[in-house]
């Protein structure tokens, strides 16, 4: 099956996990270390989807390949995902914490409608590997607590955004 996306298609999809994750991260008010760890997780769980999905053409698409000998064109693949993701942002006047998670929640619709139009089995493993990620970001820190101890490892806020998520994704 070869993909047929268009450019910008391919974008929302490559930056969708990486503004899950984001919004994951704000949403559980964790502090700037536990923020800081949480956006290391996502990374971390991003990447693992090569492992896990191995055959997934779209994933493979939008992660960079362990094994190519040549890394520029992805380099130049992961600059202008970057780029598209920023100049969105700007575009959306995204400026706070609220309007991440909307941004969020709408390009997760928005890339779900796509999903529909895909192979359903490659689909179902694009969902589960960005729901996994953001699942990991939220178990990846404490909230409350005082110098991380105690505190609850997956705040009200980050239930209420994958619930949010899996709503938008068509995912229970």
Known sequence: ?????T???QQLLASLPH????????????GIFGTGKEMFTNS???LEGMRL??????????????QAADRSAE???MRATRDWMQSRIRDKQVNSQEKLVD???ADASEANNLL????????AEYRQWVLGAAEKVAMASSEGGFLGFGGEQFSEGERKLLDQLKNALGVG
Do not use: C, H, W
């Not at 099956?1 to 996306?5: G, I, Q, T, V």
């Not at 529909?116 to 689909?123: E, G, N």
């Open 44 to 46: 971390k769980a991003l």
């Open 53 to 66: 999905y191995p055959d997934n053409e779209l994933i493979r698409s939008i992660l960079p390949d362990p």
């Open 1 to 5: 099956m070869a993909l047929s996306l």
């Open 75 to 77: 380099i130049a693949e």
């Open 103 to 105: 941004m969020a929640v």
């Open 19 to 30: 503004t899950i994750g984001s919004a994951m991260a704000f949403a559980g008010k964790s």
């Open 7 to 9: 450019p910008e298609q």
């Open 116 to 123: 529909m139009t895909l192979d359903p089995a490659v689909a």
